[in-house]
């Protein structure tokens, strides 16, 4: 304790003294220490150290007993004074107890309004008060929940608010040190704070640690950790089939190699090949293939899995020594205009879209956009080849129209035959690559689309809205299959993972959550960003989850742990793409946004130590100062990254719009 801290008051230092030579067991200086020390409920003061499972009930009910009637103007300056007594303490307590104003904030607003008398309506009613003095206090970190709790303003709110009843389901927890929890506690006993003490004897469950507070105490990590619904010890325990099956090809040429081997081979030597067989082709955790209902393969799908195939044999190996090629695709006299960009699979066609609801398609291999024939052509048709269908008109360019207001994101389906696009119009509509027109218009949710994913496997997608959920549809139905509920704030970002049978989400909520496509269950909760979650990815192996967005920063999440592994420091402005190389591990993540620059990062030295020893990152986590694990960066003159994407023989796509000014 800095005994010369001018901010530190006599009476906080005299509990300090206090508390140390009681835990120390020194019975004479702690008897005459309790007679001369000034404060008078210095000797009624509870040290003793609460167990993480009793928290401060026993220790502040006592308390509460005899609370006065409830006066919300008596309250709001407790609550006033509580702040200003915190930002006259030691410092090395302050950050700790501020930490407590927050759900001491949220749960003495809820209060205030349940107790309103109809009132609560006007700007200068008392929980109105509270909030404009208050609420601004906690918008750095918690922005999301704020603009919600405002909406909160009758009684009649409190039943039907999302965000009131995750606060209510139950006690709110948090950490701090003991030396924290009691002056916490003697100074609200002292003022005889009892609305204070009782919301935190309610609502609240603190688990005091033993010795001083950690030497950083990051508050951007608080966010709604502390609430149950929302903790990831709970769901990130649950059981999550990361794995990815081996392509069906792979057993297909085994089989092949199998019947085309020597006659005069032993049974042994056969059951040998067998068992190598199983063995490579036996991925743990990867989930069994019948468990998502898939239509069955066409002749179509065979033909990709082909060219796929073709694009494995030339895929480059991607190593902290040979860094990716990069091709940068600008688009010009759009600034205003272009508001998402997007790359097909293979890496053949982009489309943008638009703010005046069109869509616009580019062939990248040179060969041009052709449409099907008519039908009455088709009829006359003998040969049924794939380049016979297509009419022999040929374009560079293709525009469709359709929505009805600003398209937010594009996506190609795997077999480049149909493309997804998602508008402020609040629909999904599915456009025809073979006869470039919309074939289906999906209707679910209720405000804005941001974002729209196809299923690695097809047949599948997923979308998300202003409306905080998700939606898994299937192509064949105009109803969504599964409505993914939980997030606090928009959905911004959604994306597939690897082996279909999960979607992963980014929210204005600061969080991702990873969802079983099967059950429509949240697997996975992960918090730690200090803003809006714009970009996903994962790598191909199912195993790592980048995310990043308004923060600035990159973070790697193990996904079969459900821990946090590493934040990458490169950027210096919102980032609203990622991507992983192909190729096992995924030796490379590369991310782009508006600070114009493509930064690429060694995922293997981010998490080779990490995957080890999760949890543990460095003290150190200064934003201005770039991570270690960043390799290169390619600055545009004046492009933002608008889409960014890994192509199968681990060429790196980009695009943006140029900004004149």
Sequence with gaps: VNMADPKASDSDLNRIVYAYLKRRGFKEATEAFEKEAPTISLSQMPVTVPSAETGVASLVSPLVNGAEEYNPEEVHNSYRNLTSWIGTSLEQYRTELYSVTYPLFVHTYLDMVARSRGDALGDESPPQL?????????????????????????????????????????????????????????????????????????????????GKPPRQHRARDEGLRGLPDASAEGINKKSVLWGTPPPIEEEDDDDEEEEGADADKSEEARARRRAKKKARISVPEAPERSRIPLPPVRGRDYELRIKALEDLAKQAALTTAALPSTCMYTLFNAQESCTCIGFSDDSTLMAGG?????????????????????????????????????????????????????????????????????????????????????????????????????????????????????????????????????????????????????????????????????????????????????????????????????????????????????????????????????????????????????????????????????????????????????????HTKATSITALRFARVNVLLAAGVFAAD
Excluded at 154 to 161: D, G, K, M, N
Excluded at 167 to 182: D, H, K, N, T, V
Excluded at 190 to 201: F, H, Q
Excluded at 371 to 391: G, K, M, Y
């Design 130 to 210: 509270f909030m404009r003095e208050h609420g601004i206090e906690h918008m750095e970190y918690h922005a999301p929940e704020i603009e919600q709790l405002k909406a909160v303003r009758l009684p009649e709110h409190l039943t039907r608010s999302p965000i009131v009843e995750t606060f209510r389901m139950g006690p709110y927890r948090l950490q701090i040190c003991a030396y924290s929890f009691e002056l916490l506690m003697g100074y609200l006993q002292e003022r005889k704070y009892m609305a204070l003490l009782s919301t935190i004897n309610q609502h609240m469950h603190i688990d005091v640690l033993k």
């Design 354 to 634: 638009f703010a005046d609801s069109s869509i616009r398609l580019w062939d990248l291999t040179g060969k041009g956009l052709r449409a099907v024939r008519p039908s009455d052509q088709l009829e006359t048709l003998d040969d049924r080849s794939w380049d016979a269908i297509l009419d022999e008109t040929i374009t560079t360019s293709k525009t469709l129209h359709g929505h009805s207001g600003t398209i937010y994101a594009v996506c190609f389906s795997p077999d480049n035959l149909f493309l997804l696009s998602s508008s402020e119009d609040s629909t999904v509509r599915l456009w025809s690559l073979l006869t470039f027109s919309a074939v289906v218009c999906y209707r679910g949710h209720n405000y804005p689309v941001w974002d729209c994913a196809f299923s690695p496997l097809g047949h599948y997608f997923a979308t998300a809205s202003h409306d905080r959920t998700a939606r898994v549809w299937t192509t064949e139905a105009i109803h969504p299959v599964r409505i993914l509920a939980g997030h606090l704030a928009d959905v911004d970002r959604v994306i597939f993972h690897p082996n279909g049978n999960y979607v992963a989400t980014g929210s204005a909520d600061r969080t991702c959550r990873l969802w079983d496509v099967q059950t429509g269950e949240c697997v996975r909760l992960f918090q730690g960003h200090g803003g809006g979650v714009l970009a996903l990815a994962i790598s191909p192996d199912g195993r790592l989850l980048a995310s990043s967005g308004e923060d600035a920063t990159v973070i790697l999440w193990d996904i079969a742990a459900g821990r946090r592994c590493r934040a990458l420091h490169g950027h210096s402005a919102v980032v609203y793409n990622l991507s992983f190389c192909f190729g096992a591990p995924s030796a490379v993540l590369a991310s782009g946004g508006l600070d114009n620059r493509v930064c690429i990062w060694d995922v293997g030295a981010a998490t080779r130590a990490d995957l080890s020893n999760l949890g543990t990152e460095d003290e150190d986590d200064d934003r201005e100062r770039e991570s270690s694990e960043l390799l290169k960066t390619y």
